[in-house]
């Protein structure tokens, strides 16, 4: 498996040009000397070596901003209190609701984003101009789109409205926005991107370019975001489209996350790593394990890796969430480990991501960006926003992603009432149940309580619970609907002249 995605990953390794043609920061310019898109890209293999470079950026947003802005502020998870380690606060403050416009967090993950779409923007600028088969430069645009759209998606989620930078920066002109779109504007645009690259990529890849972003993940996420914006029926036609394109749940909840079998049957989009090579490499369970568990957990005997530990550690609440005999919690969670010493300590951690190192510092998982479950779990939430049926399709989605989990039907006649739905918030809560414990850790949580409508209770009332159990600011988790946005960065206010988000 991993010499079958080498052609694919190496081409993350041949950077040094392209990231001369690409600008790191839009308002940072680059000189007159130095190599520009408009000069780089001239032929196919250009192009390709562009959109390698375009998912290097995603590669190095997952190893960080994206589960800390995408996971960490819901109630599923926290942070392990570290007393000697007083500089990650930048951390502790995005988890507690404290984070301010000039923390470096912030800053790193608008420009993540931003300069992920900078790199698709010249794909999407140059390569029409490029000598190629239609079919490669199709694949290529079609490829930039999604990410682009992938990028805009985390924005628009986070900030609210922001600038849609669409052409490549040339000029010191060109670094300026036009300031910030509205929220409905840059939808639009992350739908017209979506679109067209459903209509340009395949359905599958061959074995060397397994993980590609695919037609699947192109209208997957395109249904995502219908549902965010409450189009139910615009999202149920897209998502319908990809329930015929060869995907499926696995037998095992397990073997889905296994790096042995990444980019399964079940997988629709996989931010990509190989343990193998170190600049390729994952890390996430250095991150998750408890800072005090030395190599117990990771298995690695540099222990002074662990420093820097004990992140999006599982919340008690989740865990509570789990019923009984639910096979995914043994998969997704730890409640604690074992120190030969010291006995059981009672410090839980993300299993779902632990499957050994390759090398000192370097694991070899994937991280989950969208999966077939997730598909089916929106399919019934969409049906059912759009009129509950009792003991129809909808319920049997959501029972096969429980059955797989090894957990009791739910019906409209049960007399357990546990497991009887008979209206439709009753089902509505039962999907956002499902929703939690199937895609726990996966960057899922955070966002379905934003459009829900449940963040600000559910956030406070997991405020109320976590701040009695570390030593924290006392103004922890004042949750509002201003802060249910990230401020925009202090840098790009002044630098761009941005409005900030109230606060």
Not at 218 to 225: H, M, R
Request: glycine share 6%.
């Amino acid at each position: 498996m991993r010499n079958q995605r080498r052609n694919f990953l190496a081409g993350l390794l041949c950077l040094n040009i392209l990231l001369a043609a690409c600008n790191e920061d839009f308002l940072d310019q680059n000189r007159e000397t130095e190599l520009s898109g408009a000069t780089f890209f001239k032929t196919e293999s250009d192009i390709k070596q562009g959109v390698n470079g375009a998912y290097r950026s995603l590669r190095d947003m997952g190893l960080f901003g994206y589960w800390v802005f995408g996971e960490m502020r819901s109630d599923n998870t926290t942070f392990q209190y570290n007393p000697p380690q007083r500089g990650q606060e930048n951390r502790e403050f995005v988890d507690v609701f404290l984070v301010n416009s000039t923390n470096t967090l912030i800053q790193d993950y608008w420009r993540e984003n931003y300069s992920g779409i900078a790199r698709c923007n010249d794909i999407i600028t140059y390569a029409p101009a490029v000598v190629m088969p239609d079919e490669s430069r199709n694949q290529s645009i079609g490829e930039a789109k999604f990410l682009r759209a992938f990028h805009y998606f985390n924005l628009v989620r986070q900030f609210g409205g922001v600038p849609l930078r669409l052409g490549v920066t040339q000029t010191p002109s060109d670094a300026k926005s036009t300031g910030r779109a509205t929220v409905d504007e840059v939808y639009q645009q992350i739908i017209l991107d979506l679109e067209d690259a459903a209509a340009k990529l395949p359905p599958v890849y061959g074995a060397s370019d397994k993980g590609r972003a695919t037609k699947g993940a192109a209208l997957t996420l395109l249904g995502k975001v219908y549902l965010t914006q409450k189009n139910y029926p615009a999202a149920l036609l897209a998502l319908r489209q990809v329930t015929s394109l060869g995907y499926r749940i696995l037998p095992s909840y397990a073997s889905v996350f296994n790096p042995q079998n990444k980019n399964n049957d079940e997988s629709v989009f996989e931010i990509q790593y190989l343990g193998s090579v170190p600049e390729l490499a994952s890390n996430f369970i250095y991150q998750f394990a408890p800072f005090n568990s030395g190599s117990i957990v990771t298995g690695d005997r540099n222990t002074t890796l662990s420093y820097n530990a004990g992140w999006n550690i599982p919340t008690h609440d989740l865990i509570e969430a789990y019923e009984p005999g639910d096979l995914r919690k043994d998969v997704s969670l730890k409640e604690g480990f074992t120190d030969p010493e010291a006995g059981f300590v009672n410090v839980p951690y993300i299993n779902k991501y632990n499957h050994g190192i390759v090398d000192i510092g370097s694991t070899d998982d994937n991280f989950p960006v969208i999966r077939y479950a997730d598909v089916l779990l929106m399919i019934a939430e969409c049906l059912n926003e759009q009129g509950f049926v009792a003991n129809g399709e909808a319920f049997t989605l959501l029972n096969e992603i429980r059955v797989r989990a090894g957990l009791q039907p739910k019906t409209s006649g049960n007399v357990n009432p546990s497991l009887r739905i008979q209206n439709q918030q009753e089902f509505r809560d039962a999907i956002f149940q499902e929703r939690r414990v199937e895609l726990a850790f996966e960057n899922q949580r955070w966002y379905d309580l934003v459009r829900s409508g449940r963040a600000v209770a559910v956030m406070t009332a997991h405020g109320r619970e976590e701040i009695p159990k570390q030593p924290i600011p006392s103004n922890s988790y004042m949750v509002t609907e201003n802060n249910l946005l990230l401020p925009i960065p202090q840098r790009e206010v002044n630098l761009d002249n941005l409005t900030q988000n109230p606060m």
